[in-house]
């Protein structure tokens, strides 16, 4: 069974910053569309970034575009979220999720992930 597992997240002050990693294993890893999301308390679990199946495509919600960047390293089966000039408002779960197979790219929805890992707890304090 394939799984996701995230780690990295912690408390940093505001203009920080930090690198979340997500490690898949159990499964296929490099044909698949990686994203992360995140989630503060009484919200939807919202789009944050996404990386293609070779890492030579990315894609990022505007409030993080210029500050994060994702990558992927094929070979260790790791998805990286480097998070830079943090801010309070980026506090969150952050979470690493697969896209589902045969839909076209880039996509946004939590709703067309179909595997998750636990989630990391990111808190940025100003």
């Known amino acids: 069974q394939v799984q996701l597992v995230e780690s990295g997240g912690g408390l940093v002050l505001a203009g920080g910053s930090l690198r979340l990693s997500c490690a898949a294993s159990?499964?296929?890893?490099?044909?698949?569309?990686m994203g992360w999301f995140r989630q503060s308390p009484g919200e939807e679990r919202k789009f944050v970034a996404a990386?293609?199946?070779?890492?030579?495509?990315?894609f990022y919600a505007d409030s993080v575009k210029g500050r994060f960047t994702i990558s992927r390293d094929n070979t260790k089966n790791t998805v990286y979220l480097q998070m830079n000039s943090l801010k309070p408002e980026d506090t969150a779960v952050y979470y690493c999720?697969?896209?589902?197979?045969?839909?076209?790219?880039?996509?946004?929805?939590?709703?067309?992930?179909?595997?998750w890992g636990q989630g990391t707890q990111v808190t940025v304090s100003s």
């Open positions: 999720a697969r896209q589902n197979i045969g839909l076209s790219w880039p996509r946004l929805r939590h709703y067309e992930y179909g595997l």
């Open positions: 159990g499964g296929t890893f490099n044909t698949y569309t």
């Open positions: 990386v293609n199946w070779s890492g030579g495509s990315t």
